[in-house]
């Protein structure tokens, strides 16, 4: 490019990106290579150059849909145009400017990614490198998702632009050898260097508290929540600040303490207090009260809760809940902090204050970053539940990664029924919509499925997330007409069962999209997303999900799939252990020493999931290891058994889940497996029924033991701690 185009166009580039560049020693000080980076918007290759101390040159597409200024572009770039049906120009091309030295990057994607994640690694970046005998350096972009020149909204360029300078950082990682070069491996590395990328955004390392009420400081008459706990009352941003602003205030000064529990249902009173614990400093503690007592006693112990947050009625309604000597009522606290006259003046500010002033009146830290944010405990299904830390910088990187699909777009509403001390909950209906501009509507139980089905008619929700569970009796109570404003469905927490999918498409024309975290992932690490458009008669169709999958990974993160035996990493399509990293993964259970790796492996959690990739990156989740049998050798999914034998026995799939099958210790073979069940089957009907469907004799379990009802907390997922203790009575009759 001449120079008299460059040099201004450099300094204008650089004034816009302000680009954090990380391994520039990786690439070579002189010969050539081939980078390959993800590619998520039109001026990635602005990015990667103000990155690169070399000259770079591209490969970029150039057909029939090429206008004439975009074809001068390219030749004063010395761009190398890619034309449709002429393969080996290109190639010959790219490898002659390999050979002269010359560093030649590629998207191998083949295009901008229209959901944000990474898409299907395509192979011609490995011809290259072969025949120039040059290595492969993978590159990672990070901050231009949402810019006007990705198809953030669905839609490249008619959007706000960014006013201010854009942070964006480039992440170069080790040369590759053209022998060992392959799409699997390069998209492990591109997932690597994505989290390291991701990690340098300023935002991760301030207090979420403190964006929240900046983001409801600049939006004060938005009716941001919904709340349908008893009657129908609507609570503006301005509101919500006033509430907040005072409560916390007196937090502040009455509660000595770090954590402060909170036991409410999803609705206004929840996020007003979670929200005031974090700006007084604090930090919430959502405990799950659907547990049992010896349940809350132990989490109240461990998190050392002195103070808890929670309305009379909630009281009443759980007499058996070991409320702490100092159990406060939300309301009466509010009153006691001057009430209405003292939110006046909050309401007020929230109106003519610039938002960005509000939180430094409030008295909000700045800075929270890696700091503790909340605990959240796990829901104990193979056990007692254990103290999930999560981060500032968790938080805020989940929300943000949700925010780079398009899976929950902005200015729509969200039904909030999952409780607080539920991962999703706390995450999704809580902070995400505050921070994104969704409107929130809440009902206090997913058990009310008449409650959810009048919000979502009533109230015209647009989204709805949930467990399956708590979904599944939606397809047999509503209709079709008081669902119709749903866009939307997303289910986690538990596997999607395909009768459940498919009896959703059928009768209400919505697709559930599946998605998987836990809690220690704050929640989200994979979710499907719809296909995105197809912008342009040129452009190819992108894969935003598959059926049975649990989708690719959200933008940031990184997994690997290993032998739970060896530890040594599988190919793709084999099963193994899921580990994952990035910006959303927790760092330490609570009082477990984070040196110790007990939860940790080198580096990455290990979920306890068996799983396995695809060549497109889509992660296909089989169950909890801890819900497979090793039997002869052989690995025996417990859900595969239990749904063949649902079927067998004609259990209906739209009632609660009448058959689970545990394994328990057995002195001869290791293990044996145990049907718990409420129907009326014995063993012999058992092997019947399985046998003849043509299971193999390893997989046919040879005890029954039957229930009044299957044990399930009150997250939707099955108890298997209680399971399991049903299942060894049987063993022992």
């Not at 929240?212 to 004060?220: E, I, M, N, T, W």
């Not at 397809?475 to 999607?496: F, H, I, N, Q, S």
Request: charged share 20%; net charge positive; hydrophobic share 45%.
């Amino acid at each position: 490019m001449p120079l008299w185009i460059a040099l201004p166009a450099g300094l204008v580039a650089r004034w816009l990106y302000r680009v954090k560049v990380i391994g520039a020693s990786n690439l070579p000080a002189r010969g050539g290579a081939v980078i390959v980076a993800n590619h998520i918007s039109y001026i990635d290759v602005v990015v990667l150059q103000l990155a690169s101390p070399r000259p770079l040159r591209f490969l970029a597409y150039r057909g029939p849909g090429t206008g004439p200024f975009l074809r001068w572009i390219y030749d004063l770039a010395g761009v190398i145009p890619v034309a449709p049906g002429d393969r080996l120009t290109w190639l010959r091309r790219s490898v002659a400017c390999l050979r002269a030295g010359e560093l030649v990057c590629v998207f191998p994607e083949g295009e901008i990614s229209r959901t944000g994640q990474l898409m299907t690694i395509k192979r011609g970046f490995e011809l290259m490198a072969r025949a120039a005998g040059v290595p492969v350096i993978p590159a990672a972009i990070d901050g231009l998702w949402g810019s006007v020149f990705s198809f953030s909204q669905n839609r490249y360029l008619w959007k706000s632009p960014r006013l201010a300078p854009t942070p964006a950082c480039v992440a170069f990682g080790e040369p590759i050898p053209p022998d060992r070069v392959d799409c699997s491996l390069v998209r492990k590395a591109l997932m690597d260097l994505g989290t390291l990328a991701i990690d340098e955004r300023p935002v991760f390392r301030r207090h979420l508290g403190r964006i929240v009420v900046r983001s409801l400081a600049g939006r004060p008459g938005f009716v941001a929540i919904v709340d349908r706990t008893a009657g129908r009352r609507e609570v503006t941003a301005a509101q919500l600040i006033a509430a907040v602003a005072v409560l916390s205030r007196r937090i502040r000064r009455t509660v000595p303490e770090g954590r402060v529990g909170i036991v409410l249902p999803p609705g206004a009173g929840a996020a007003i207090a979670n929200l005031a614990v974090m700006c007084a400093g604090k930090v919430p503690v959502n405990l799950n009260f659907t547990a049992g007592r010896a349940s809350a006693e132990s989490s109240i112990a461990a998190a050392g809760v002195v103070t808890l947050i929670s309305a009379d009625a909630m009281r009443e309604k759980l007499a058996d809940f070991p409320w702490p000597a100092r159990t406060v009522d939300l309301r009466a606290e509010i009153a006691a902090a001057g009430g209405r006259a003292a939110m006046a003046p909050w309401l007020a500010a929230a109106w003519v204050v610039p938002a960005i002033w509000i939180p430094s009146l409030m008295g909000v830290p700045r800075v929270g970053g890696s700091d503790e944010a909340a605990i959240l405990f796990t829901s104990g299904s193979m056990g007692a539940p254990r103290g999930v830390v999560l981060s500032h910088r968790n938080l805020i990187a989940n929300c943000a990664q949700i925010a780079s699909t398009s899976v929950l777009p902005a200015e729509r509403t969200m039904l909030g029924c999952l409780p607080i001390f539920h991962s999703i909950g706390f995450t999704f209906t809580l902070w995400f919509p505050i921070l994104h501009g969704c409107r929130l509507v809440t009902t206090p139980s997913p058990l009310d499925s008449r409650a959810m089905i009048d919000a979502i008619h009533e109230e015209r929700v647009t989204i709805l997330l949930g467990a399956p569970t708590f979904i599944r009796p939606l397809l047999k109570k509503a209709t079709p007409e008081e669902l119709r404003t749903l866009t939307l469905v997303v289910t986690g927490a538990e596997k999607l069962q395909e009768d459940l999918r498919r009896g959703f498409l059928e009768k209400f024309h919505l697709e559930i999209l599946q998605g998987y975290g836990l809690t220690e992932t704050a929640p989200v690490s994979n979710v499907n997303v719809p296909h995105p458009p197809v912008p342009t008669a040129t452009a190819d169709e992108q894969l935003g999900k598959k059926t049975g999958s649990v989708g690719r990974l959200l933008p940031g993160m990184s997994a690997r799939i290993v032998d739970p035996e060896t530890w040594a990493e599988v190919p793709d399509g084999t099963s193994g252990i899921l580990l994952l990293k990035g910006p959303n993964v927790f760092a330490h259970y609570l009082n477990e020493d984070p040196l110790a790796g007990a939860s940790h492996r080198d580096g990455w959690f290990v979920t306890g999931d068996l799983a396995s990739f695809d060549a497109d990156g889509f992660v296909t989740v089989e169950g909890r290891l801890a819900r497979f049998s090793k039997l002869g050798g052989e690995m025996v999914p417990h859900v595969t058994v239990e749904q063949k034998l649902a079927e067998l026995c004609g259990a209906d799939p739209a009632e609660s889940q009448a058959i689970v099958v545990v394994g328990i210790p057995d002195r001869a073979k290791g293990e044996a497996l145990v049907v718990v069940t409420t129907l009326d089957i014995d063993a012999a009907v058992v092997r019947e029924k399985l046998a003849g469907a043509g299971l193999p004799n390893l997989w046919i379990p040879r005890l029954v033991r039957r229930v009044g009802a299957i044990p399930v907390l009150g997250t939707g997922k099955l108890d298997l701690a209680a399971c399991r203790r049903l299942a060894a009575e049987a063993g022992v009759r």
